[in-house]
């Protein structure tokens, strides 16, 4: 049972683990890069891809995940479209949240999927 339990919660079971930039704008590869890692002196002339790429080869390590939180499907699908890491397996749906120290309902990544919500519900787009 417990090796059943660990191969659940291995590395290859857990999403967003690693940063995959293959669709992110040079918005969100400049957020990260400066959270993770170091913008190049000439990026203001770089393209999508070439923003891409440097995330890829910056050499990412997996996040640093601080604390596991039982979720529900329904949060688990909204954290996994923000990028969050998110295990789904047999024991349900799981958040590795990736700070600490602060009372959940102050989690800026919660409040984030909030907003998203009541956009949606009320027929907002996020990006008004």
Excluded at 40 to 64: I, L, M, Q, T
Excluded at 74 to 86: A, D
Excluded at 104 to 127: E, F, K, N, P, Y
């Amino acid at each position: 049972m417990p090796e059943e339990c660990a191969a659940a919660f291995g590395d290859d079971e857990i999403e967003n683990l690693y940063p995959d930039s293959s669709d992110w704008t040079i918005e969100q590869c400049r957020q990260w890069l400066e959270e993770h890692a170091e913008i190049p002196d000439d990026a203001d002339e770089y393209g999508e891809d070439d923003w891409r790429n440097v995330v890829v080869e910056s050499d990412a390590g997996p996040a640093e995940v601080f604390e596991w939180w039982r979720i529900t499907p329904s949060l688990c699908r909204e954290l996994r479209n923000l990028g969050q890491v998110v295990p789904d397996n047999d024991y349900g749906c799981w958040w590795g949240r990736c700070c600490t120290g602060q009372q959940i309902i102050m989690d800026g990544t919660l409040q984030h999927v909030a907003t998203l919500i009541v956009d949606r519900v009320s027929g907002r787009r996020a990006d008004q």
